[in-house]
């Protein structure tokens, strides 16, 4: 049985932001957050209910926003 999607989205994100804390790569708690929970949302609503898939995910979009972003910064 899967867990209740607010508790999915919780457990998902605390693992994807206890992380990305651990590693250095957290950045704005604000724009974190937002692309963390952005991620998990569409995944979600495209019937997605792996913890663990969701998080890896949401790690990875917030990895190549931070990546895009500074390479925008760097062209400017």
């Given at each position: 049985m899967h867990e209740?999607?607010?508790?999915l989205v919780e457990n998902s994100f605390r693992i994807a932001w206890d992380y990305l804390e651990r590693v250095g790569e957290l950045?704005?708690?604000?724009?974190?957050?937002?692309?963390?929970?952005?991620?998990?949302?569409d995944m979600i609503r495209h019937g997605e209910r792996r913890k663990l898939?969701?998080?890896n995910k949401a790690?990875?979009?917030y990895r190549r926003f931070r990546?895009?972003?500074?390479?925008?910064a760097r062209a400017c």
């Amino acid at each position: 049985m899967h867990e209740p999607i607010p508790v999915l989205v919780e457990n998902s994100f605390r693992i994807a932001w206890d992380y990305l804390e651990r590693v250095g790569e957290l950045g704005d708690p604000y724009v974190a957050s937002s692309v963390l929970l952005d991620t998990m949302e569409d995944m979600i609503r495209h019937g997605e209910r792996r913890k663990l898939l969701l998080s890896n995910k949401a790690i990875d979009a917030y990895r190549r926003f931070r990546s895009e972003r500074g390479a925008v910064a760097r062209a400017c």
